[in-house]
DNA sequence: TTGTAAGCGTTATCAG
DNA sequence: CTGATAACGCTTACAA
């Protein structure tokens, strides 16, 4: 039923290491025999086991992706999300196979990373995921297989160590709130999450009081705000900080969803914006354009992000390039809309 | 540095096929040499080598599950992911590893199930994708594999011959329609989606006109109308066909995203919901509760749907019950809120 | 109850 | 350039 080297073997009259090597492009033979192989593979539809070829220290064909799940699908995972349909887009295309999981076993905590590891389920890591314990890192090194780091700097691990593609999270802080300055804001509120757990808003809020400084302005404490990564916290601001938003031109959200909460508040309070109040969001989510009015907001390029995560993975599973490290750090731009 | 069944027998003193059956259970061993065993293989850290073991003709741990990736993360697809995260989530307790893929490749259009299968990459096929070919449920047949439908029926397999789980979309429709007709409205308008590839929508729209029936209402084409599945679309109803709200007292919206638009718009237009017109979602997104009001939808049992599945292909796999085929339609309910 | 040995499909080493 | 042959780690008759 399955069709193996053998079979071609016995086809093309070869013996079944010939066919390896034909099917394996091995520069050994000659291209006569390699083209009747190949062609008799084709129209035999083989397809190489994939358990025997990792048995015998070759590939395994996959890739883990590696991230934490959070169950709210409209916060910072919803960026996550998009990025992993773009991470499985560039892998496919190099016929890798996706094994997605979480770092941790929902129930014993036992490390996937590990087992993985243990069971050569896998030819390299993909890592969307601050929390990594050092241990992991370290068993990962000593296994050999490849790492990238995405998205955002490990916690339990020199960042130095390893490939990483990031987006400057600082540096889209302060061009968020340098944008809203440059647009006549003097008193900004930024509006991170209460994720904290993630670098990422630190570092945004950090670029925020940069900017401030940058330019003159005084950075106030309660000028930090942070609420969950919803749609209703956003929505209830006015709420929860009435004095605040009166006295504030420019709000600075660290996650699109919160602006969108927000903006339906503000034309429900009759709050002209751009006019009264200037708002800039982050990420670049679908949602953005579906605000009323569309939501100015700090782009991060996912896209790029996965392509040289997923081209630096096959290079390092390849051993190409792999003396020194890769670490890129992709600066994110604002799109101009309407709330600002 | 990997260890093996080998390296246990050898600290166990036995052969190294009696750590092989202790691990896996078999009755003929000892209890006494299989605890012994267990404990050593706990100790040392052991997992059984995947690629060894489904050569061998055992298990690879995997489970394919195929999807069709919509890119837009609000509307249909938004249920997909958290379905998604469920099915993750119980396969994760059992142990198997998800391999997330389309079911055909961006580029080439190949079929990723029947490179599976010639890989033998994965034990079991769980899709949640209307549009595989007949052809592939075929090769899967014939593979031996099992496989168990989810969500919505194929279109090019007849169903009777899978095992499947869906949710009653007719039933769906109709129940959202009686709920509305019982709080009084007459005047029913139905918004399905513009994805015509998915039957769900036109089952919906059937349970719909049932319910007008049921109650003596005459059914009327022009109170059907589809649109895509986006919160903008949803919004700018009122734009398009402002005749027909006018003199619509309820709305059947069949995704949740849709109605969420609407929502926005139909109170900046100070109409007021639900005293002048009662609105009813889809799919219980958990966006439902952000709305303002709140959002009387139909709530689809994803959870029970993905356990039932997950436990369901275990068993196949472990060829337990596999001699008929397990077919479970379950029934969506009204989750009452605020907008009916 | 346990051990021995063959075999799964592939790659790699060594001859020729 | 090509063919035997061993090896990868595991399961499973078959023997004991």
Same mark, same amino acid.
């Given at each position: 039923?399955?069709?193996?080297?053998?079979?071609?073997?016995?086809?093309?009259?070869?013996?079944?290491?010939?066919?390896?090597?034909?099917?394996?492009?091995?520069?050994?033979?000659?291209?006569?025999?390699?083209?009747?192989?190949?062609?008799?593979?084709?129209?035999?539809?083989?397809?190489?086991?994939?358990?025997?070829?990792?048995?015998?220290?070759?590939?395994?064909?996959?890739?883990?992706?590696?991230?934490?799940?959070?169950?709210?699908?409209?916060?910072?995972?919803?960026?996550?999300?998009?990025?992993?349909?773009?991470?499985?887009?560039?892998?496919?295309?190099?016929?890798?196979d996706v094994i997605l999981l979480e770092g941790y076993h929902p129930d014993t905590g036992a490390s996937?990373?590990?087992?993985?590891?243990?069971?050569?389920?896998?030819? *390299? %890591? +993909?890592?969307?995921?601050?929390?990594?314990?050092? #241990?992991?890192? @370290?068993?990962?090194?000593?296994? /050999?297989?490849?790492?990238?780091?995405?998205?955002?700097?490990?916690?339990?691990?020199?960042?130095?160590?390893?490939?990483?593609?990031?987006?400057?999270?600082?540096?889209?802080?302060?061009?968020?709130?340098?944008?809203?300055?440059?647009?006549?804001?003097?008193?900004?509120?930024?509006?991170?999450?209460?994720?904290?757990?993630?670098?990422?808003?630190?570092?945004?809020?950090?670029?925020?009081?940069?900017?401030?400084?940058?330019?003159?302005?005084?950075?106030?404490?309660?000028?930090?705000?942070?609420?969950?990564?919803?749609?209703?916290?956003?929505?209830?601001?006015?709420?929860?900080?009435?004095?605040?938003?009166?006295?504030?031109?420019?709000?600075?959200?660290?996650?699109?969803?919160?602006?969108? *909460? %927000? +903006?339906?508040?503000?034309?429900?309070?009759?709050? #002209?914006?751009? @006019?009264?109040?200037?708002?800039? /969001?982050?990420?670049?989510?679908?949602?953005?354009?579906?605000?009323?009015?569309?939501?100015?907001?700090?782009?991060?390029?996912?896209?790029?992000?996965?392509?040289?995560?997923?081209?630096?993975?096959?290079?390092?599973?390849?051993?190409?390039?792999?003396?020194?490290?890769?670490?890129?750090?992709?600066?994110?731009?604002?799109?101009?809309?309407?709330?600002?």
């Amino acid at each position: 039923m399955k069709v193996t080297i053998k079979d071609i073997a016995a086809v093309a009259g070869v013996s079944h290491s010939t066919v390896s090597r034909a099917l394996n492009d091995s520069p050994q033979i000659s291209p006569a025999t390699k083209d009747k192989i190949k062609d008799i593979a084709r129209t035999m539809n083989f397809e190489f086991n994939a358990g025997a070829r990792s048995l015998s220290g070759r590939k395994t064909g996959n890739i883990a992706v590696v991230y934490q799940a959070k169950y709210d699908q409209f916060g910072s995972s919803l960026y996550v999300s998009q990025l992993f349909i773009e991470l499985r887009h560039f892998l496919e295309r190099m016929d890798m196979d996706v094994i997605l999981l979480e770092g941790y076993h929902p129930d014993t905590g036992a490390s996937n990373i590990s087992r993985l590891l243990r069971q050569q389920k896998v030819d *390299g %890591f +993909l890592i969307v995921h601050n929390l990594i314990t050092k #241990r992991d890192y @370290e068993s990962i090194r000593r296994s /050999g297989l490849p790492v990238v780091q995405l998205h955002m700097p490990p916690i339990y691990c020199n960042k130095e160590e390893l490939d990483y593609f990031f987006t400057d999270h600082f540096m889209g802080g302060r061009i968020a709130t340098d944008y809203l300055i440059r647009q006549g804001c003097k008193k900004i509120l930024t509006v991170p999450t209460t994720d904290f757990d993630s670098e990422e808003f630190k570092l945004r809020t950090q670029g925020y009081k940069q900017a401030l400084e940058d330019n003159n302005i005084p950075f106030k404490e309660e000028l930090v705000v942070a609420i969950d990564s919803t749609y209703l916290k956003g929505y209830y601001l006015f709420n929860s900080i009435p004095e605040i938003l009166a006295n504030v031109d420019g709000i600075f959200f660290q996650t699109d969803i919160q602006a969108f *909460g %927000f +903006l339906t508040a503000a034309r429900e309070r009759g709050i #002209r914006i751009p @006019e009264d109040l200037k708002v800039i /969001g982050y990420d670049d989510a679908p949602i953005c354009e579906s605000t009323n009015p569309q939501l100015t907001t700090v782009h991060q390029p996912r896209k790029k992000l996965a392509e040289l995560a997923c081209d630096r993975i096959i290079d390092l599973i390849n051993k190409r390039n792999n003396e020194s490290r890769i670490q890129e750090v992709l600066f994110p731009h604002i799109v101009v809309r309407e709330t600002s």
